[in-house]
């Protein structure tokens, strides 16, 4: 579920707010990239963000 928030911007490093809704990683992506499988993502003012979900914290911003 992609999200707008224009005042909020996250970068490699911030933790997330619990209530941030999280999505799981697709078996596609992992299939493709094993090492994703441990990450949870957002999608948030059209970023695309992993996020550890143990810590909450962002740990990867994935581009085209």
Same mark, same amino acid.
């Given at each position: 579920r992609a999200v707008r928030e224009p005042t909020v911007r996250y970068v490699v490093g911030d933790r997330v707010p619990a209530e941030v809704e999280l999505a799981p990683m697709?078996?596609?992506v992992v /299939?493709? &990239?094993p090492s994703a499988s441990g990450y949870q993502y957002m999608v948030i003012n059209g970023r695309l963000l992993? &996020? /550890?979900?143990v810590t909450s914290? &962002?740990?990867a911003e994935v581009q085209d």
């Amino acid at each position: 579920r992609a999200v707008r928030e224009p005042t909020v911007r996250y970068v490699v490093g911030d933790r997330v707010p619990a209530e941030v809704e999280l999505a799981p990683m697709p078996e596609s992506v992992v /299939d493709e &990239v094993p090492s994703a499988s441990g990450y949870q993502y957002m999608v948030i003012n059209g970023r695309l963000l992993l &996020v /550890d979900p143990v810590t909450s914290t &962002v740990v990867a911003e994935v581009q085209d």
